[in-house]
């Protein structure tokens, strides 16, 4: 009963109440045949509204269920002095519901709409459907406007829980989406200076070397060439360097193969297992990039969508080519629909099999889907291995 926990709602329900027990205790006073039930009304009275006034009452139901039974003590005494008094047990209803649990309440409502009965019956009332069905109607209306508010109160906090979980999903799928976006800049910057800077700078000291070698040992342009070879040299160096600031995290403290086991071994959901075969070669930063981006999504879209209990990380290195096998054994999809749109992607939006697919012709590869409903996925990735090594 504290006031801070309240809704709108419930204290406009209270204050209706306490008016309601205010005038129907007035109602009693005006009617009274003699100075008892004045007084016993004006106890009454007092017990009611010292009721939210107590810490005890507020805060503990056993404090609650004192002061409903000294409240009952009193009415019951009202209604043995006064027929008037059962007036009184509608508001009690709705008192005896909100401050007891149900298995109490119930009960307690069944012997206020009893103790009704027997007073109407006791002054003389008669004995007849009207002296059962008014009390116990009362009792009927107050137990299913108390159950049916306390029901749709809990559907709201239910909703009130399913949107604030929604508003907390939708930020982490923002942050997500800004960390997906960075990484994604980062690998592309890293694309572009290996592919353009890294190798224009090598081959220029390739050809500076070249020119040097074709000078006679005292031409004065031999000098320039040397230095020119040095400072392509020096910036080779420092383009790899970046490209090695930009390669993802997972690649920057070992090798492939250990992030792709790190991810298998913190992977969320089913199994995963990652094993190699082969002979292990150093890979360019761009393949690096592109098989774990995809083993990740991959082993994500399995974790949401495949309801799969083992999956299995194949990294293999062959004479001319490197080659990735995600396979799982979850519950399948058909990938017409899925490259059709009908049906949806296993994926999320950009890092579904469009985005894995992509990634792999950008690189000369191939990329294969193999699945059907109930049959598991397998997904199957081919690189072939540059001829000039890692680069």
């Known amino acids: 009963m504290d006031p801070r926990s309240l809704t709108p709602a419930l204290r406009a329900l209270r204050l209706c109440l306490h008016l309601l027990t ?16 004045v007084a016993v009304a004006v106890v009454m ?72 009965i027997a007073s109407y019956v006791g002054h003389g009332g008669g004995l007849n459907p009207g002296a059962f069905i008014g009390p116990l109607l009362g009792a009927a209306v107050a137990v299913a406007t108390v159950l049916g508010y306390q029901a749709l109160y809990r559907e709201s906090e239910r909703r009130q829980r399913l949107i604030e979980e929604l508003i ?30 890294a190798q224009g700078l090598s081959s220029i000291q390739l050809l500076l070397r070249a020119a040097g ?19 392509a040299q020096d910036n080779l160096a420092e383009a790899r360097r970046f490209v090695r600031a930009l390669t993802p ?15 298998c071994a913190t992977a969320p959901g089913p199994a995963a297992r990652f094993t190699t075969s082969g002979t292990p070669l150093a890979l360019p930063t761009p ?19 495949a309801r799969a209990d083992r999956t299995e990380i194949t990294l293999s290195f062959m004479e001319t080519s490197v080659t990735l096998d995600v396979v799982d054994d979850g519950i399948g ?46 997904v199957a990735v081919s690189l072939p291995l540059p001829a000039g090594g890692a680069g």
């Open 249 to 263: 995290p997972d690649l920057a403290t070992g090798s492939l193969a250990a992030a792709l086991e790190r991810l």
């Open 333 to 378: 999809f058909d990938p017409a629909r899925a490259a059709s749109g009908d049906g949806g992607d296993r994926g999320d939006g950009g890092f579904g099999l469009p985005a894995m697919r992509a990634r792999v012709r950008a690189l000369g590869g191939t990329f294969t889907v193999e699945s059907a409903p109930g049959r598991g996925t397998a």
């Open 168 to 197: 907390g999903a939708r930020a982490e799928l923002a942050d997500a989406e800004r960390t997906a976006g960075t990484l994604a800049e980062r690998e592309r910057l890293a694309r572009e200076i290996h592919d353009t800077l």
């Open 45 to 116: 009275g007092a017990v009611y509204a010292a009721g939210p006034l107590l810490p005890a009452v507020r805060a503990t139901r056993a404090g609650a269920a004192c002061w409903l039974g000294t409240l009952g003590a009193v009415w019951a005494v009202l209604l043995a002095l006064s027929p008037d008094g059962l007036w009184l047990a509608f508001p009690l209803y709705f008192l005896l519901l909100h401050l007891l649990p149900a298995r109490w309440a119930l009960p307690a409502v069944a012997v206020a709409a009893g103790a009704a």
């Open 287 to 305: 393949y690096e990039v592109a098989l774990l981006r995809i083993a990740q999504s991959a082993l994500g879209n399995t974790v949401r969508h």
């Open 213 to 231: 070698r074709d000078l006679p040992p005292d031409s004065p342009a031999a000098a320039h060439i040397e230095r020119a070879r040095a400072t």
């Open 22 to 37: 205010a005038g129907l205790l007035a109602l009693v006073v005006l009617r009274a045949t003699g100075g008892p039930v």
